[in-house]
C-alpha cells in the first residue's frame, strides 16, 4: 500500500463514524462471510480486513445500462453495504451517484487513476457500444472505448456488473444494432470477475468486493468467469418447487389449478434448470422472495443470449432464423414429413425405374420355387 | 441340367456382420429409442391427472433416470464401436466410413447416381455398406459426438462422478446451458430422420437385391452372386491391404 492509501479511513472506520454498533459490523461481516461461501472461522478474517484495510479505491463506470445493477446494490440486504462501499468515500467516481458533475467529476476519477494507479476497482456497468465509432454512448466528449480503456489501464481488477457488461444482454439481442460488446472482449491482460444477472443479486455484488477487500485477490472464477461461490449452482438445484418438477407435476397455464398449488413452472418456460445463479439460496429485497417463489418461471436474465435463445414462457428449442414461431420440433417434424414424401416417392420410382431388375429377380425366385413343387 | 439353372444365380454365404457389430446395433437400437422417448418428455413433460400426493411419485424422476443410464450405455457402445472399427473385419473397419479417398468419393457419386437418382447404368453391388451408406454411418458418429458432448455438458453441473464433470467445458464453448440444450434438442432429429431413411434403405436394398439385406443384421450373413464376388472380391471403398 502506498502512503496515500494507508491515510485512508478504514471500512470500520467509517462503520463507526456512520453510527453503527459493533453488534451490526458483526452481524455484516458474518452475512458476508456466508454469502462468500467462507467457513465460520473465516469471520475473523473478514473483520480483521473491514478494520484495518483502507478503503478500496472505485471507479464505477456506466455505458450502455438501465442501472438497475446499481439500484440492485444499493438495496442489498444490509445497510451497511449500501452506506459504506457504495456510499461516496467508498466511490471515487461513478455518474449516477456521486454529488460531483461536469469537469469536477472527470477530474475526480482522473485523480483516482492517478493516485491508485495499479491499487483501484474498475467496476463498469453497462456494455460498449462499438458501431459507429462507438458514437452510440459517448460521456463528456470520449467514447466508452476510450473510457474503458483509459480507466482499465491502472486498474488492479475489473469487475463487470450485470448482463450487460457480461455478456452484452437485451442490447446485444439480434441484430445488435449497436454492436454492443460485453467487457471481457475488450480489455486484455486484466481479471475480468463477470457478475451477470439483470440485475445481479446485491449480496452477490457486495460478496464480490469483500472478498477482493479480504483476500486481496479476485474470488474462485468458473470457466465463464463467474466467481464460483455464487454461480456455481443452478437455480433448479436449490428451487423449493423441484420436488414438484421430478414428481412430473407442472402448472399447465399461469391461472390454473396447478398454479394455485405451487407447482413447478418447467412448462412455462422456467429456464432455472439452465441458470446458475444463486437466486434461491439469496433471495431478493431483503430475502423476500425471488421470481419462481412469486409464480413466475426464472427467465435466465444471467445466462448469455437469453434474450435471443428461445421464448421467456416456454422452454421449447428455438430455431433461429426460421421465422419466430419455429421451434426445433415443428422444424423436425416438416423435415418428417418431408423426408416420409422422399422415401415413399424413392420407393415409387425404385418399382419403375428397376422394373427390370426386380422382375428377374422374382422370376429366378419362382423358378427355384416351380422346380420344387416339379 | 445345365440350363436348367442359367439364370438362377448361385450365391457365396459371406459373413459381413460380426457379433460385435450386430450386438452393437441392436443395443444402440434400443438405447436410441429410449433416449427419444425421454428426451421427448423430458423437453416437454405430459399434464398428469393424479391425485396422488407429490411425495409419492417421481414421473419426471425416472423419465431423466432412463434417459441418463441409457445415455451412459449409447455413450459406451458407441466408444466399443469405434474400437472395433479398429479390430473387426473389413466391413466393420473405420475405413468404411471415413471418406479421405478419392476412390470414396467416386463412389458415393456412383451410388448417388444409380440408388438415388436411379439412372440406369451397371447396378451397383456392394458387399458391405456402400461407399454412401458408409458415409451416412459417419455423419452418425458426427451426431454421436455432438450429443454426447452437449448431453454429458449439460449432466456434468448434476453429477458427483468425475467422469461427467470431464464435459463441464462444453456449456461454456457454447455460452451456457440454454444453447446447449437447445443443440441436443436439435440434433435428436438427427437420429429420428437417419432412422426412417436407414430402415426403408434396407428394405429398398433386400429388394432390388435379393441377398437377404434385411436378415444380414440378425445373422450376419449376405448372399453375394459369385460372379460379384469373383469380379471384385471387394467393391467397397478404401480396401485394406488384406483385401487382395
Ligand atoms: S420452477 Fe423452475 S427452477 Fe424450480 S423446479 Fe421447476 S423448473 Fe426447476
Keep these: 500500500m502506498n502512503d496515500a492509501s494507508v491515510k485512508q479511513p478504514t471500512y470500520y472506520e467509517e462503520v463507526e463514524r456512520k453510527g453503527y454498533s459493533r453488534r451490526d459490523f458483526m452481524k455484516f461481516v458474518s452475512m458476508m462471510t456466508a454469502f462468500i461461501g467462507l467457513e465460520n472461522s473465516a469471520i475473523g478474517d473478514v473483520a480483521k480486513a473491514l478494520e484495518t484495510k483502507p478503503r478500496l479505491p472505485v471507479i464505477w463506470l456506466h455505458f450502455q445500462e438501465c442501472t438497475c445493477c446499481s439500484e440492485s446494490f444499493i438495496r442489498s440486504s444490509h445497510p451497511i453495504v449500501a452506506d459504506i462501499l457504495l456510499d461516496k468515500i467508498s466511490l471515487d467516481y461513478t455518474e449516477t451517484l456521486m454529488a460531483a458533475s461536469g469537469v469536477q467529476a472527470e477530474q475526480a476519477m482522473k485523480n483516482t487513476m492517478t493516485k491508485y494507479k495499479g491499487q483501484y476497482i474498475l467496476c463498469v456497468e453497462g456494455s460498449v457500444p462499438m458501431a459507429a465509432d462507438g458514437v452510440y454512448c459517448m460521456i463528456g466528449g470520449k467514447t466508452s472505448l476510450q473510457i474503458l480503456e483509459e480507466a482499465a489501464e491502472g486498474a488492479a481488477a475489473i469487475i463487470a456488473w450485470g448482463s450487460c457488461a457480461s455478456n452484452g444482454c437485451v442490447q446485444a439481442a439480434k441484430p445488435n444494432p449497436t454492436a454492443a460488446t460485453p467487457i471481457h472482449k475488450l480489455v486484455k491482460g486484466k481479471p475480468v470477475i463477470k457478475v451477470p444477472g439483470c440485475p445481479p443479486i446485491g449480496e452477490v455484488m457486495a460478496g464480490v468486493i469483500v472478498h477482493y477487500l479480504t483476500f486481496g485477490r479476485i474470488p474462485e472464477l468458473d470457466k465463464l468467469g463467474r466467481p464460483k461461490a455464487f454461480y456455481s449452482k443452478r437455480v433448479h438445484d436449490s428451487c423449493y418447487r423441484r420436488p414438484f418438477y421430478d414428481a412430473g407435476l407442472f402448472v399447465e397455464s399461469f391461472d390454473d389449478e396447478n398454479a394455485k398449488k405451487g407447482y413447478c413452472l418447467y412448462k412455462v418456460g422456467c429456464k432455472g434448470p439452465s441458470t446458475y445463479n444463486a437466486c434461491g439460496v439469496m433471495k431478493w429485497n431483503n430475502g423476500t422472495s425471488y421470481p419462481i417463489q412469486s409464480g413466475h418461471p426464472c427467465i435466465g436474465c444471467s445466462e448469455e443470449n437469453y434474450w435471443d435463445n428461445g421464448r421467456l414462457y416456454e422452454r421449447a428449442s428455438s430455431f433461429a432464423g426460421f421465422g419466430i414461431e419455429a421451434t426445433a420440433d415443428n422444424i423436425g417434424k416438416a423435415a418428417l414429413a418431408a423426408t416420409g414424401v422422399a422415401v415413399a416417392a424413392h420407393a415409387i420410382a425404385t418399382n419403375v425405374r428397376k422394373k427390370k431388375l426386380i422382375f428377374e429377380l422374382e422370376k429366378e425366385g419362382q423358378k427355384s420355387e416351380k422346380e420344387l413343387e416339379s | ?244
Excluded at chain 2, 479421405?100 to 458387399?127: A, C, N, Q, T
Excluded at chain 2, 426403408?200 to 464376388?229: A, N, P, Q
Aim: aromatic share 22%; proline share 3%.
Design chain 2, 1 to 244: 441340367m445345365s440350363t436348367k439353372y442359367l439364370h438362377v444365380h448361385k450365391l457365396r454365404r459371406v459373413y459381413v456382420w460380426e457379433k460385435p457389430v450386430r450386438i452393437y446395433h441392436w443395443l444402440n437400437v434400443v438405447v436410441l429409442l429410449a433416449l427419444i422417448i425421454t428426451g421427448f418428455y423430458i423437453g416437454n413433460p405430459l399434464a398428469q391427472l393424479s391425485t396422488k400426493e407429490a411425495s409419492d411419485r417421481y414421473t419426471m424422476g425416472w423419465f431423466r433416470y432412463v434417459h441418463f443410464v441409457a445415455a451412459y450405455i449409447f455413450f459406451f457402445n458407441f466408444l466399443f464401436r469405434i474400437y472395433w472399427g479398429f479390430v473387426g473385419n473389413k466391413y466393420a473397419n473405420w475405413r468404411q466410413f471415413v471418406p479421405f479417398s478419392k476412390k470414396f468419393y467416386k463412389e458415393m457419386w456412383y451410388v448417388i447416381r444409380m440408388d438415388i437418382l436411379m439412372l440406369k447404368g451397371r447396378e451397383h453391388m456392394s458387399i458391405g455398406h456402400n461407399a454412401m451408406a458408409g458415409f451416412t454411418y459417419f455423419l452418425t458418429f458426427l451426431a454421436f459426438l455432438v450429443q454426447c458432448l452437449t448431453g454429458f455438458g449439460l449432466y456434468a453441473a448434476m453429477s458427483t462422478w468425475w467422469f461427467p464433470k470431464l464435459f463441464a467445458w462444453v456449456p461454456s464453448l457454447f455460452g451456457g446451458d440454454i444453447i446447449t440444450r437447445q443443440i441436443h434438442h436439435w440434433a435428436m432429429w438427427f437420429f429420428i430422420l437417419f432412422a426412417i431413411v436407414h430402415v426403408y434403405l434396407v428394405f429398398y436394398h433386400d429388394y432390388v437385391e435379393g441377398r437377404g439385406e434385411m436378415s444380414s443384421m440378425g445373422g450376419g450373413w449376405k448372399f453375394i452372386e459369385e460372379e460379384v464376388f469373383e469380379r471384385n472380391h471387394h467393391q467397397t471403398p478404401n480396401p485394406t491391404k488384406d483385401t487382395k
